[in-house]
Structure formats: structure tokens, C-alpha cells
């Protein structure tokens, strides 16, 4: 996206009046302290860094629709 990046992204979905919002899973390559964090304050539903394999994406998943 050219102005805009994944938080400022979820920011406005969240701050929208969108009803029944779909959970937004995170996938990054980004290991520096905090962005987990960060990501949870901004409204992603879960966090999976990069690299990844199939079985962590689906436990994710399961994680954030339980």
C-alpha cells in the first residue's frame, strides 16, 4: 500500500463504522521488541511472524476465532 502501511490500515477499519469486522491476523517479518505489542494496541486479532509453516497458520487461526 503506498500511503498507508498495515497499522494505519487496521486503524481505520477499526475506527470505521464497519460492523461485524473480520479478525486480522498479522504476518511479519518485523522481529523487534514490541511489535507484537504494538500490533495488539492497534486491533490485529493475532500475530505470526515470518518465516512461518502451514500448521503454525492454522493453530493461529484457531487461536483467534476460539
Known amino acids: 500500500m503506498p500511503n498507508m502501511d498495515g497499522f494505519g490500515f487496521v486503524k481505520k477499519i ?3 463504522n464497519i460492523k461485524n469486522v ?3 491476523i498479522v504476518i511479519t517479518a518485523d522481529s523487534v521488541i514490541g511489535t507484537k ?3 495488539q494496541e492497534v486491533g490485529f486479532a ?3 511472524r515470518k518465516p512461518f509453516n502451514i500448521n503454525q497458520l492454522e493453530q493461529k ?3 483467534t476465532v476460539e
Open 37 to 39: 505489542e504494538k500490533c
Open 46 to 48: 493475532n500475530y505470526l
Open 22 to 24: 473480520p479478525l486480522i
Open 61 to 63: 487461526i484457531v487461536e
Open 14 to 16: 477499526m475506527s470505521s
